[in-house]
Nanobody
Framework: VQLVESGGGLVQAGGSLRLSCAAS????????MGWYRQAPGKQRELVAS????????NYADSVKGRFTISRDNAKNTLYLQMNSLKPEDTAVYYC?????????????????WGQGTQVTVSS
């Protein structure tokens, strides 16, 4: 699975951006996709995720009501619409794809990552 993000940039506080993540390869094996972010000096954190069927979404408390995750299965593309951006949203945003493989002794999770896209929100 290969992931390529786009859509990052510099925006003023209160503005909006939409991130895109194009997936290719064995996308039929993906069980869920999501967006993570990592600010300087901080750990990578989950921003939003969605199951492969789109039936379940999950958001970090800090972005609820402002960010929306969505996907276009025909284009194998994941999106993150970010509204009402704040300076604390500044980070490198990474697209993630999760694959679960079931073995006799249990399931294992494999993660795939994009290269990241910088989002900078100025005050």
């Amino acid at each position: 699975v290969q992931l390529v993000e786009s859509g990052g940039g510099l925006v003023q506080a209160g503005g909006s951006l939409r991130l895109s993540c194009a997936a290719s390869g064995s996308t039929f094996t993906i069980s869920a996709m999501g967006w993570y972010r990592q600010a300087p000096g901080k750990q990578r954190e989950l921003v939003a995720s969605m199951t492969s069927d789109g039936g379940s979404t999950n958001y970090a408390d800090s972005v609820k009501g402002r960010f929306t995750i969505s996907r276009d299965n025909a284009k194998n593309t994941l999106y993150l619409q970010m509204n009402s951006l704040k300076p604390e949203d500044t980070a490198v945003y990474y697209c993630n794809a999760e694959k679960l493989v079931y073995y006799i002794d249990g399931e294992r999770r494999y993660d795939y990552w994009g290269q990241g896209t910088q989002v900078t929100v100025s005050s």
